[in-house]
Every structure is written in C-alpha cells, then in structure tokens.
C-alpha cells in the first residue's frame, strides 16, 4: 500500500541552525499537510499545502517556517533560526482530495541542542 | 482554536475485554477520525466517518459519527495485545478543502495478556 516517506528520522541540530525536514506524499495525493507533536501532547496543525501554494497556516507556522514542493515528489518544511520549543515530532500527511482522509508519515523526531 | 476532549486518558485492560473511548467538541465536525498510534510510528487511519449517525466498523474495531456530530466514539471488541498504543480522535470541522484536523490527546491502551 502506498505511503507517506519521510527523512530524516531523527535529526539533532544546535539551536539557531536551520533546519529542513523532508516528505514524499503519496503519489496521487494533491493536498499536503506538517503537524507537530511535542512529546507527550497531542498532534497540532501547523501548515497546510495545495496547488504550490499554503492554504492555511496555525498560529505556529511563524515566519521561521517554510513550507516548499521543490519538484513532483517531495514536500519540505523550513525552519530557519531552530529554538529549543521546537524540539518535537514532525509529521508529514497527504490526502487525495474531495473528503479523502489524511494519511500520515512515520514523523522526523527534531531534537534541538 | 477547537478543542476536542477526549476520554478515558487512558486504560489498562485484560486479554479479550472490549474496550470503549470517546471525543467530544463544543462545536459541530464535519468528519470524524480515529488514528492509531504506536511508539516511534505515525498516526495510521482507523476508521474515517463523514455522516452524522454513521456507525462504521474496521475488524474488532467500531466507530460511530454522533447524531449532533458533536461526539464520536471508538470500540474495540475481545482486545488483544498488538491494540496496545495510543488512541487519537481527530476532526475537520468548517468549509473549505483544506481539511486541517484538530486532534484529541488521545487514549493510551494497555492490555494485558
């Protein structure tokens, strides 16, 4: 079954370091999604991606992030000057379209030092 | 923002016990989710509701989309181990196709052989 991709699994950066995260959605998905999850809380939206463009963004999604779909395949998040709040899961989703749900990427954990 | 409520916090059971769990919202959702969760994996989709009274099943596993689409919950029946992890109600409420979830925190399974 096809699937959300995502790298790295683990990253450690020292904080201020800029940071990307990378998605494959699944092949024939349209709309792109990052949520976040600190550890031992529950998913947060931050970002939402369709037609080269955001269409909605959390309060979160502050101008330290980026979010980019560079070719036909992979869907980045940006996180230009890292701070130690950011330390959490990173979850990429994708889903199809009309009420199709979201499926979810296996997350990159991002430790900041 | 939204917020969902979600109950028990969590749950320690026997082998072959059926267990039950719930989200609620102050407002109305569009659709009702329930992922699945497991330790250094992504949220995978259980079961997805769209109707208000919609009752759905998945194997052992059983969902209903509450008639004021206010509330959702999720059964499993004769539990086994492997149902172990985190439980996340998940919902999109609102217009448009962006289709952003607002997650519960979610109810952590345990079973006991």
């Known amino acids: 079954e096809p699937e959300v991709t995502q790298t790295p699994s683990h990253q450690v950066t020292q904080m201020g370091q800029e940071v990307i995260l990378r998605c494959v959605p699944i092949?024939?998905?349209?709309?792109f999604y990052w949520y976040r999850q600190i550890l031992g809380q529950k998913v947060e939206f931050l970002v939402s991606?369709?037609?080269?463009?955001?269409?909605?963004k959390s309060e979160i999604f502050d101008d330290q992030f980026s979010v980019e779909r560079p070719d036909g395949s992979n869907f980045t998040l940006k996180i230009r000057s890292t701070k130690l709040e950011d330390s959490a899961m990173y979850f990429c989703a994708s889903r199809q379209g009309g009420n199709q749900p979201q499926h979810f990427g296996d997350g990159t954990r991002l430790s900041i030092l | 923002g939204q917020q969902l409520n979600q109950s028990p916090q969590s749950m320690f059971i026997q082998e072959g016990e059926d267990v039950s769990m719930n989200c609620t919202s102050s407002?109305?959702?569009?659709?009702w989710l329930w992922y699945k969760q497991e330790p250094g994996e992504g949220p995978v989709l259980l079961i997805a509701l769209y109707k208000a009274g919609e009752l759905t099943s998945n194997g052992r596993l059983t969902a209903q989309f509450g008639i004021t689409r206010k509330d959702s919950f999720l059964n499993i029946s004769a539990s086994i181990p492997s149902d172990v992890g985190i439980y996340f109600c998940?919902?999109?409420f609102g217009g448009g196709s962006n289709y952003k979830l607002t997650f519960g925190k979610g109810t952590l399974l345990t079973v006991n052989p």
């Open positions: 407002s109305i959702f569009n659709t």
């Open positions: 998940a919902g999109h």
């Open positions: 092949s024939n998905h349209l709309y």
């Open positions: 991606f369709y037609n080269n463009e955001i269409s909605e």
